[in-house]
């Protein structure tokens, strides 16, 4: 597990650039590991009625998304991802005592909310383009 502290950017999970990895018959999101500092997009059933484990103890935090193409995911990520180094950066893992979990420090709070903002503006746009098509 890496140390937030020695981590300087914060791994990235394209999807290829053809293609549509994020399907229409499930809910995507946007996906914050805390533990391993990665962010990347996916889509799954298991998150639209039950969050994981993982979500519940904070180790990784999701936000949905609109389902859109590879391409427009990526170029997603990216912006996003410089929110989701500054958030990695504000955490620490509680492991011992019970309960697990994520300890989180001043700026998280600001960084949380930075990528919850650009999610919505996702939304808004995708939105805007169903309204006019």
Request: net charge negative; charged share 25%; proline share 6%.
């Amino acid at each position: 597990m890496p140390d937030p502290a020695h981590v300087k950017e914060i791994a990235r999970g394209y999807l290829a650039e053809e293609g549509a990895d994020l399907k229409s018959e499930k809910a995507a999101f946007l996906s914050v590991d805390l533990v391993h500092g990665r962010i990347r997009a996916c889509s799954a059933d298991q998150y639209a009625d039950i969050a994981p484990v993982l979500v519940g103890s904070g180790w990784r935090m999701c936000w949905p998304i609109p389902l859109v193409g590879n391409m427009r995911t990526n170029a997603f990520i990216a912006d996003a991802a410089e929110h989701a180094e500054n958030l990695f950066k504000r955490v620490s893992l509680r492991t011992d005592p019970d309960p697990p979990g994520v300890i989180l420090y001043a700026g998280a709070g600001t960084a949380i909310d930075a990528i919850q903002r650009r999610c919505a503006e996702e939304w808004k746009t995708f939105y805007e383009a169903f309204e006019r098509a």
